[in-house]
């Protein structure tokens, strides 16, 4: 699990380490990750050019001492002083390493964004603003965060640093997670400092989760046992959304998948997959994709059944809390906002703010669609996709991702874990088909199968 942590968090366990090692251990051991990365982004070291920015606190004082270990290695290291105050045991080790504070840098090869770290506020001072400006194009090595970003809400507000990588030591910031300032991190390269962490607020899967999240047939399996998932959309209007739901759906994650709708869309259904069978007994519903103005009526009818649910696209707009059934929500931006009132824009500027409220507020998961998907629960633990390809942006991918969802919670995954582990399965499975060239929704749910076997035995 990639675990992300708050600044709150990250302070307390950095005291309780600090207390119990030599003054300045942890600056070093984050300073030392920090100097291997610029090495091993530059590729070489000697004669390269190095440009640290360096603010008032502790954050500059890794970039000045990473900044010593770069000139020991050949480095040109010059120090860039944004703030009348710099670590003063930073400063001086630099010095004696051979490197340089200057008003005037050379065009480097590389800049270090000491300027703040876990202690700044959003947006960055002037000079900053113009220091980087008269770098641009130049690529950066951001240090613990990228500078001005708001470190524990991952939101933008104002100037900040964009970086090609950030280096952050102890633990993820939900800054690195959560769009949009996990676009402005790059790369993020985890330092081990030592730090004893509780449980994380964000997480994001990585392949052994899912791997062990996923259910698998026991030996003595049949397809009741596995879970049947019933799907609720497509209409005459729009029969792909019911038959790409019912592609996400039987990708073989349970064990049946009826189809239940407007009998023109039932038989194209049965058409593309023969194993589809009609209306009975199901462990979940999928409902929503493409059902135009009968999607509150099979909402309805779905919610009628008692079992978890994933609402998606038209029906979205039907809910009404509190919802009897244990849910999923699979909104986007627009449609989030269609729910709540809030701003679209706002949605998308603040969507963990959004993702988490909406969670709290409806009683279900909500599944925040973008670049990084957001799965928010309604206890506020968050879990962020970071699987998928810019590829998968295209028409109906959403209706495999609800159908997907649906047949793991069939198959008995709790909300929260079927919505995680569907989309991130939905990405690794865009990744798949794209192969770095378009995609369409059916390559994505032709791909799932694919997606799982390349996951280690859970
Ligand atoms: N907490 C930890 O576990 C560790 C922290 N270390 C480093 O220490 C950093 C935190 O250091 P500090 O607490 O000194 O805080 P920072 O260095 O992040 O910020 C220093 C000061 O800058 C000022 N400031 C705030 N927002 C600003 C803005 N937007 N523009 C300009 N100045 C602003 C504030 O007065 C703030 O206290 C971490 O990000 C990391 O780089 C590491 O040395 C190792 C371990
Ligand atoms: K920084």
């Not at 606190?57 to 040109?76: E, I, P």
């Amino acid at each position: 699990m990639r675990r992300a942590h708050t600044v709150e968090q990250v302070r307390a366990a950095e005291a309780d380490l600090m207390a119990r090692l030599p003054e300045g251990a942890l600056m070093q051991r984050a300073a030392a990750g920090l100097a291997y990365a610029v090495v091993d982004l530059l590729g070489s070291a000697y004669g390269r050019r190095v440009l640290l920015l360096v603010g008032s606190g502790d954050n500059g004082g890794d970039a000045l001492y990473a900044g010593a270990l770069l000139a020991r290695r050949g480095v040109q290291v010059e120090a860039w002083l944004l703030s009348e105050h710099a670590h003063p045991g930073g400063l001086a080790t630099l010095k004696q390493a051979g490197g340089r504070v200057t008003g005037r840098p050379g065009r480097p090869d590389l800049v270090v964004d000491g300027i703040v770290g876990i202690g700044g506020r959003p947006g960055l001072r002037p000079e900053a603003v113009a220091a980087l400006r008269s770098l641009d194009g130049v690529p950066v090595v951001a240090v613990d965060t990228p500078s001005g970003v708001g470190v524990d809400t991952g939101e933008l507000d104002g100037p900040h640093v964009t970086a090609a990588v950030t280096v952050t030591f102890g633990t993820h910031k939900i800054a690195h997670l959560v769009d949009p300032a996990a676009r402005a991190s790059g790369a993020v390269h985890l330092v081990d400092i030592g730090l004893d962490l509780p449980e994380a607020p964000v997480e994001a899967l990585q392949p052994d989760d899912v791997a062990a999240l996923l259910p698998r047939p026991r030996p003595d399996a049949q397809k009741y046992t596995r879970g049947v998932v019933g799907v609720r959309a497509g209409s005459a209007e729009y029969p792909g959304a019911g038959l790409l739901s019912v592609a996400g759906a039987a990708s073989g994650l349970c064990g049946m998948v009826r189809y239940v709708g407007d009998d023109a869309v039932a038989d194209r259904v049965r058409e593309a997959h023969p194993e589809v069978v009609g209306a009975g007994r199901v462990q979940a519903w999928v409902v929503g994709s493409g059902g135009g103005k009968h999607a509150g009526d099979e909402l309805a009818a779905a919610l009628a059944d008692g079992v978890p649910t994933v609402v998606d696209a038209d029906a979205l707009r039907h809910v009404r809390v509190p919802i009897a059934v244990p849910a999923v929500l699979t909104p986007h931006a627009g449609e989030l906002a269609a729910m709540t009132g809030a701003d679209r824009g706002d949605i998308e500027a603040r969507p963990l703010h959004h993702a988490r409220s909406a969670a709290a507020a409806y009683g279900a998961v909500v599944l925040l669609k973008g670049r990084h998907t957001l799965i928010a629960a309604p206890d506020g633990r968050v879990r962020v996709t970071t699987t998928g390809t810019p590829w998968l942006a295209t028409a109906g991918a959403g209706d495999v991702l609800g159908g997907l969802i649906g047949s793991l919670l069939a198959a008995g995954l709790t909300p929260y874990d079927a919505a995680s582990v569907g989309s991130w399965l939905h990405g690794a499975a865009a990744t798949l088909a794209s192969g770095g060239g378009p995609v369409t929704a059916g390559a994505v749910a032709a791909s799932i199968p694919a997606a799982v076997r390349g996951l280690a035995d859970g």
